[in-house]
C-alpha cells in the first residue's frame, strides 16, 4: 500500500513538473491591465483579471505539454533537459502526457462560463504556439517574435477581462520587453548548447542575440518612459526600479549565467523578486484612486 501511494505521489509530481508551474509567472502580464487602469480595489474586476490568470496558466500548461511530446527525442539528447523533462527523462509516459493534454483542454472550456470575452484570446494564444510548436520556431527571428507576441496576449487577455481599453504604449512596451527577454533566452541556449539545441540558433550567433537584447531593452525603457509621461505621469516614480530591473537581470545572465529561463532567472534571484515586488508596490501606490 505505501508503494502504490508512493509511485503515485510521484507520477503526480512528474505530471504538475511537465506543466511547469514555475513558467506561470510570467501570467503576471495578465495582471497590468488590472493595475495600470487603477481596477484593482474593485472586487468583481480583480476576480475576473485572476480568473484570466488561472485559464492562462491552464492554456501555457497545454503549450508546454504538447511542446514536450513534439520535441521528446530532441530533449533526450540534450544534456539538461534530459534529465529535467519528465517525457524525456522517462517519468512520464507519452500516453500519460496526451491524456493530461486533453484534461488541460477540456479545462480551457471552462472559460467559456467563467470569462468569455478571454477565451478568443486564449484560442488565438493556442493556435500560435501550436504554430510555434511545429513551425514558427525553426524560423530565425520568427520565433523571437513568436514569443513575445504571446506575452502581448496576456496583457490583451488582462484588457478582454475587464472589458477596458489598454494604451498603446503598454502593448509596445511589453513587447519591447519580451523580445528582450527572449534575445536573451536565446543567447543562453547558445552559449550553453550551441546550435545543436534547436534548428533556428543555425542562423543565430550570440553577437546578434546581444545586440537584439540591447535593442530590444531599450525599446523597452524608452516606450515605457513615453507610457508614464503620456498617460500616468504619477507613475515616474517607478522608472528607477524599471532601469534597475534591467540592468539586474543583464547581470544575473552574464555574471550568474541565467537567461535561459526567464522565470526561473527572476524566481533564483532576490534581488530581482524584490525589484519586481517593489515596482508594483510602487505602481500601486501611485494608482491609488483616493491617494491624495
Sequence with gaps: MANVAKGWLV????LLTLMRPRQWLKNGFVLAPLVFTGNFLNPAATVQALAAVVFF???ASAVYVLNDIHDIELDRRHPQKSRTRPLAAGTVTVPMAQALLVLLYCTLALAWFAVPTVLPVILAYL????????????????????IAIGFVMRVY????????????????????????????????????????????????????????????????????????????????????FVL?????????????????????????????????????????????????
Design 127 to 146: 493556435v500560435l504556439n501550436i504554430a510555434y510548436t511545429f513551425v514558427l520556431k525553426h524560423q530565425p527571428v520568427m520565433d523571437i517574435f513568436s
Design 57 to 59: 496558466c491552464v492554456a
Design 11 to 14: 507520477r503526480s509530481h512528474a
Design 157 to 240: 487577455a488582462g484588457a478582454a477581462a475587464l472589458a477596458v481599453p489598454v494604451s498603446n504604449w503598454m502593448f509596445v512596451t511589453t513587447l519591447c520587453l519580451a523580445l528582450y527577454l527572449a534575445a536573451v533566452k536565446r543567447r543562453q541556449e547558445l552559449l550553453h548548447s550551441g546550435a545543436e539545441a534547436r534548428k533556428s540558433l543555425e542562423k543565430y550567433s550570440i553577437s546578434l542575440m546581444e545586440r537584439y537584447a540591447e535593442m530590444s531593452a531599450t525599446g523597452a525603457l524608452v516606450f515605457y518612459g513615453m507610457f508614464v509621461m503620456a498617460a500616468k505621469p504619477q507613475l515616474v516614480i517607478s522608472l528607477p
Design 244 to 292: 534597475y530591473g534591467l540592468f539586474r537581470y543583464w547581470y544575473v545572465v552574464e555574471a550568474l549565467d541565467g537567461g535561459e529561463s526567464p522565470a526561473d532567472a527572476v524566481l533564483s534571484d532576490w534581488q530581482l523578486l524584490l525589484t519586481v515586488a517593489v515596482w508594483v508596490g510602487t505602481c500601486g501606490w501611485a494608482l491609488w484612486p483616493d491617494r491624495g
